[in-house]
């Protein structure tokens, strides 16, 4: 099983910063394979990227995905303050089929 | 609009069962390759499995915790999709979401059905 880990647990930042969020996996993911999903107090998640790098419909283009292998990173370049939720990572492999990261919280220095 | 509308969420108590409905619109739902999430507080989100459309054979996957227990199926005559969640354990208590994959990822989600599996 692939575990996804997201760092940091919780990340405090201003409005307007610039805030990289990590995920890390036991073993190596392919691209295609990997999604970014935002969710906010009582609503469901939402996807922001799949793909590694591309950016779901509608999505603003302060959010961006990189990173192959073990390493990805999801960045948002100038923060909002409709921003500041909890970001999952999730992978498609075999068994199980889709896993989760743990989630970042960013929140509002 | 693609609207997902999870039912069937309640109090159950363990070893007993339940149905979860999931009605689609929006979107033609039988060409739709169709996943159920779940997710608590403790363990976060937790896929539980999924079906493929007809024309891709209409199979089934499930996670090992649920394997034998749940069962995912279809009625695209309705844009329905069900989970039968039967000998239910307290470890089952989740919110439970229905969303659509497109390729690897779930593209679309409802709103959430809680799950209660409590004595």
């Known amino acids: 099983e692939i575990v996804l880990t997201q760092s940091p647990g919780t990340l405090s930042l201003s409005l307007g910063e610039r805030a990289t969020l990590s995920c890390r996996a036991s073993?190596?993911?392919?691209?295609?394979?990997l999604a970014w999903y935002q969710q906010k107090p009582g609503q469901a998640p939402r996807l922001l990227i799949y793909g590694a790098s591309s950016r779901a419909t509608g999505i603003p283009d302060r959010f961006s995905g990189s990173g192959s292998g073990t390493d990805f990173t999801l960045t948002i370049s100038r923060l909002e303050p409709e921003d500041f939720a909890v970001y999952y990572c999730?992978?498609?492999?075999?068994?199980?089929?889709?896993?989760f990261g743990q989630g970042t919280k960013l929140e509002i220095k | 609009e693609v609207q997902l509308v999870e039912s069937g969420g309640g109090l159950v108590k363990p070893g007993g069962s339940l149905r979860l409905s999931c009605a689609a619109s929006g979107f033609t739902f039988s060409n739709a390759w169709m996943n159920w999430v779940r997710q608590t507080p403790g363990k976060g989100l937790e896929w539980v499995g999924r079906i493929k459309s007809k024309t891709d054979g209409g199979t089934t996957d499930y996670a090992a915790p649920v394997k034998g227990r749940f069962t995912i199926s279809r009625d695209d005559s309705k844009n329905m999709q069900y989970l039968q969640m039967n000998s239910l354990r307290t470890e089952d208590t989740a919110v439970y979401y229905c969303?659509?994959?497109?390729?690897?990822?779930?593209?679309?989600w409802g709103q959430g059905t809680l799950v209660t599996v409590s004595s």
């Open positions: 999730q992978q498609y492999g075999s068994s199980p089929m889709y896993t």
């Open positions: 969303t659509t994959l497109q390729g690897y990822s779930s593209k679309y």
């Open positions: 073993q190596s993911v392919s691209s295609s394979y």
